[in-house]
C-alpha cells in the first residue's frame, strides 16, 4: 500500500512540475502557479532584505539586476529539485532498486543526463528514459526562453531610454508636452500616442504573463520605465482634458490601454485591495491651474480657461484609473515616486 500512495504522490509532484513549466514558458496568461509564485517570493524577500542592509548610492541600480537571472536559475533549481524527488519515489515505489540510497543516485544519474548509477531492472531503466529526458528539457527549455525575455526588456527600454532623452532625468507630463511643441508636433500628436499605446500594449502582453520581468530595472541606472509610464499617461489625459487639439481620440487609447495594462500588472505582481497600495495625494483645483498655466507659457493649444472647473474633474477621473496601479508598482519596482504631476505642483 505505501508503495502505491508514493507512487501516486511521485506522479501528481511531476505533474505539478510539468503543468508549471507549461505555463511559465508557453501559456499566454498570467497564472499564479505554486513553484514560480513561490520562487518569486523568496527572491523577492532576498533582494529586499539585500536592500535595506545595503544603504550605499547606486546600489539600488546594481542589486536589482539581479534578480531576473536569480529568479531563473532558482525556478530550475526547484523544477530540478522536485522533479528528482518525483522519480526518486517513483523508482522505490516501482522496486526498481532495493534502498533509498539507490533511488537517490538513479535519479540524481537519470535527470543529469549522466547514466552513472542507472538501476539493472527494466522498470528502472524504463524510468530513466522520460527523467533523462525531462532534466535536458528543463535547462533546455528555460534557458531557450531567456533571450525572448530579454528582447521584451529590450523593447520596453528602447522607448523609455527615448522619453528620457527629450524630457530629461526626471520625466513628467509637462516635460513631454514641451518637447512636443519645440519638435513642432503639438497641434496633432496622434502618431505620438499610437506609438505608446503598441508600447502599453506590449507590457501587458508580457509583463502580465510574467510579472518577473517588471522587477528587471533598465540598463542606465538613473532610468525607470515605470516613471515613463507615468509622464506618458499624465500626457495624455492632459491632452484629452484640457488641450485642444485633433489628436484627443488617440490620446483617450493611450490611456484606456496604458491603465488596462498597469492594472494587469499590478495585479500580477500581487496588488489584492486598495490597502496594499501606497497613499496618493491627489491634485488640487489650485495646482491643476498652476499646470495649466505652465501649458500656456509653453504655448500649447488649451481649451477656454473658463472651463478649468470640468477638465480638471475629467483629468482627475482619467488619473483616478491607474493612479492606485501605478503607485503599487512603482513600489513593488523600487522605482521612485516622485513621478507625478502632484509631486511637483502640490509645494507651490
Given at each position: 500500500?505505501?508503495?502505491?500512495?508514493?507512487?501516486?504522490?511521485?506522479?501528481?509532484?511531476?505533474?505539478?512540475?510539468?503543468?508549471?513549466?507549461?505555463?511559465?514558458a508557453?501559456?499566454?496568461?498570467?497564472?499564479?502557479?505554486?513553484?514560480?509564485?513561490?520562487?518569486?517570493?523568496?527572491?523577492?524577500?532576498?533582494?529586499?532584505?539585500?536592500?535595506?542592509?545595503?544603504?550605499?548610492?547606486?546600489?539600488?541600480?546594481?542589486?536589482?539586476?539581479?534578480?531576473?537571472?536569480?529568479?531563473?536559475?532558482?525556478?530550475?533549481?526547484?523544477?530540478?529539485?522536485?522533479?528528482?524527488?518525483?522519480?526518486?519515489?517513483?523508482?522505490?515505489?516501482?522496486?526498481?532498486?532495493?534502498?533509498?540510497?539507490q533511488?537517490?543516485?538513479?535519479?540524481?544519474?537519470?535527470?543529469?543526463?549522466?547514466?552513472?548509477?542507472?538501476?539493472?531492472?527494466?522498470?528502472?531503466?524504463?524510468?530513466?528514459?522520460?527523467e533523462?529526458?525531462l532534466?535536458?528539457?528543463?535547462?533546455?527549455?528555460?534557458?531557450?526562453?531567456?533571450?525572448?525575455?530579454?528582447?521584451?526588456?529590450?523593447?520596453?527600454?528602447?522607448?523609455?531610454?527615448?522619453?528620457?532623452?527629450?524630457?530629461?532625468?526626471?520625466?513628467?507630463?509637462?516635460?513631454?508636452?514641451?518637447?512636443?511643441?519645440?519638435?513642432?508636433?503639438a497641434?496633432?500628436?496622434?502618431?505620438?500616442?499610437?506609438?505608446?499605446?503598441?508600447?502599453?500594449?506590449?507590457?501587458?502582453?508580457?509583463?502580465?504573463?510574467?510579472?518577473?520581468?517588471?522587477?528587471?530595472?533598465?540598463?542606465?541606472?538613473?532610468?525607470?520605465?515605470?516613471?515613463?509610464?507615468?509622464?506618458?499617461?499624465?500626457?495624455?489625459?492632459?491632452?484629452?482634458?484640457?488641450?485642444?487639439t485633433?489628436?484627443?481620440?488617440?490620446a483617450?487609447?493611450?490611456?484606456?490601454?496604458?491603465?488596462?495594462?498597469?492594472?494587469?500588472?499590478?495585479?500580477?505582481?500581487?496588488?489584492?485591495?486598495?490597502?496594499?497600495?501606497?497613499?496618493?495625494?491627489?491634485?488640487?483645483?489650485?495646482?491643476?491651474?498652476?499646470?495649466?498655466?505652465?501649458?500656456?507659457?509653453?504655448?500649447?493649444?488649451?481649451?477656454?480657461?473658463?472651463?478649468?472647473?470640468?477638465?480638471?474633474?475629467?483629468?482627475?477621473?482619467?488619473?483616478?484609473?491607474?493612479?492606485?496601479?501605478?503607485?503599487?508598482?512603482?513600489?513593488?519596482?523600487?522605482?521612485?515616486?516622485?513621478?507625478?504631476?502632484?509631486?511637483?505642483?502640490a509645494?507651490?
Amino acid at each position: 500500500m505505501i508503495h502505491v500512495l508514493l507512487a501516486m504522490f511521485g506522479l501528481w509532484l511531476l505533474f505539478l512540475i510539468l503543468r508549471s513549466m507549461i505555463r511559465i514558458a508557453l501559456m499566454n496568461r498570467h497564472y499564479q502557479d505554486f513553484f514560480a509564485h513561490a520562487t518569486g517570493r523568496v527572491v523577492y524577500k532576498v533582494i529586499s532584505f539585500w536592500l535595506r542592509t545595503d544603504r550605499r548610492k547606486g546600489s539600488l541600480h546594481r542589486i536589482l539586476l539581479w534578480y531576473f537571472p536569480t529568479y531563473i536559475l532558482s525556478l530550475i533549481f526547484v523544477y530540478f529539485s522536485g522533479a528528482m524527488v518525483a522519480f526518486l519515489l517513483l523508482y522505490w515505489a516501482t522496486t526498481a532498486v532495493n534502498t533509498w540510497r539507490q533511488a537517490f543516485l538513479a535519479s540524481g544519474s537519470a535527470l543529469n543526463t549522466l547514466g552513472f548509477a542507472t538501476p539493472t531492472t527494466i522498470a528502472g531503466q524504463l524510468l530513466s528514459i522520460p527523467e533523462g529526458a525531462l532534466g535536458l528539457g528543463i535547462v533546455v527549455f528555460l534557458f531557450t526562453f531567456i533571450p525572448g525575455y530579454q528582447a521584451v526588456i529590450r523593447l520596453r527600454e528602447d522607448k523609455t531610454s527615448w522619453l528620457y532623452v527629450r524630457t530629461g532625468n526626471r520625466p513628467t507630463a509637462i516635460a513631454l508636452l514641451g518637447w512636443c511643441k519645440r519638435a513642432g508636433i503639438a497641434e496633432d500628436m496622434t502618431e505620438m500616442w499610437e506609438s505608446w499605446e503598441e508600447w502599453f500594449r506590449t507590457l501587458a502582453d508580457t509583463h502580465s504573463v510574467l510579472p518577473t520581468l517588471a522587477m528587471s530595472p533598465s540598463v542606465q541606472s538613473d532610468q525607470s520605465w515605470v516613471l515613463a509610464a507615468a509622464a506618458v499617461l499624465d500626457a495624455a489625459a492632459l491632452a484629452v482634458s484640457s488641450m485642444d487639439t485633433p489628436d484627443v481620440e488617440a490620446a483617450k487609447v493611450c490611456v484606456r490601454t496604458g491603465t488596462r495594462a498597469l492594472l494587469a500588472i499590478a495585479e500580477a505582481l500581487g496588488q489584492t485591495s486598495e490597502g496594499a497600495t501606497p497613499a496618493i495625494v491627489h491634485l488640487s483645483e489650485e495646482s491643476y491651474e498652476a499646470m495649466r498655466n505652465d501649458l500656456y507659457s509653453i504655448g500649447l493649444p488649451l481649451k477656454p480657461a473658463v472651463d478649468s472647473a470640468p477638465q480638471w474633474k475629467e483629468f482627475l477621473a482619467l488619473r483616478a484609473g491607474y493612479e492606485n496601479a501605478l503607485a503599487f508598482i512603482a513600489h513593488r519596482t523600487f522605482a521612485p515616486m516622485e513621478y507625478n504631476l502632484v509631486d511637483i505642483h502640490a509645494r507651490r
